[in-house]
């Protein structure tokens, strides 16, 4: 069985940009939730959705934003791109209130 | 909220023997999970082990094994018969049992420690 798949796997995007990122969940999950990790650091809870709804957000602007669709994969956009938005961005799938299977993530770099 | 504290960055161990991450959490919710991921250079976080907090029973996989001390707030890792590829970047997390309507099965990860395994 395919684990969770992120694409792309690197991106490069101008301050003020735009950029949306991709997430497929393992088959069957129904719950995928959104990480940022900054160099040297832990991941960050960004979103999690279940159902195709938000059922969590933390701590990050609103330039941060998500959905998830009727097969349950996820697109993460983020807004007005800041040089501090430079990350690896991870997406975790789980079934509900189960472990969670992470991707090998976006490295997103922000110039 | 809840918080996670490793206060060990790096650590390093000789190839066969043990070693032990740290691992403390702040929380006043009496039901939760525990975990440890991995993270070696290719970036997928891996599930090492799990703990649930109402099992007093320390959880055990293979090499892997937990001393979870619930009064004490710790939640420590130990790695016996350390293997080349253990080497990776460790993170002990947090998660909430319950479902409070407001992202309650978000982890909250620690700053992680760096393990160095030396031939």
């Known amino acids: 069985d395919a684990g969770v798949t992120q694409s792309p796997t690197h991106l490069i995007k101008t301050r003020g940009q735009q950029v949306t990122l991709r997430c497929s969940p393992i088959s069957g999950h129904k719950s995928v939730s959104w990480y940022q990790q900054v160099l040297g650091q832990g991941p960050q809870f960004i979103f999690q959705?279940?159902?195709?709804?938000?059922?969590g957000r933390g701590n990050f602007p609103d330039r941060f934003s998500a959905r998830q669709f009727p097969n349950y994969s996820s697109e993460l956009n983020v807004n007005a791109l800041l040089l501090g938005d430079s990350a690896l961005y991870l997406c975790?799938?789980?079934?509900?209130?189960?472990?969670?299977?992470f991707g090998q993530g976006t490295r997103l770099t922000v110039v | 909220a809840q918080t996670v504290t490793q206060s060990q960055p790096e650590m390093s161990v000789q190839e066969a023997e043990t070693v032990t991450l740290s691992c403390t959490y702040d929380t006043s919710e009496s039901d939760y999970y525990l975990f440890w991921y991995k993270q070696p250079p290719s970036r997928q976080m891996i599930l090492v082990i799990r703990?649930?907090?109402?099992?007093?029973q320390n959880a055990t996989e293979n090499r892997f094994s937990v001393n979870f001390q619930k009064a004490a707030k710790s939640f420590s890792l130990k790695i016996s018969d350390s293997q080349l590829g253990d080497a990776a970047m460790y993170f002990c997390?947090?998660?909430?049992?319950?479902?409070?309507?407001?992202?309650?099965?978000?982890?909250?990860f620690g700053k992680g420690t760096k393990l160095s395994v030396i031939p």
């Open positions: 997390a947090y998660r909430s049992a319950g479902y409070s309507g407001a992202g309650s099965y978000q982890l909250t």
């Open positions: 975790a799938s789980s079934f509900w209130a189960t472990e969670a299977f």
């Open positions: 703990q649930e907090a109402y099992k007093q």
């Open positions: 959705y279940y159902e195709k709804e938000e059922r």
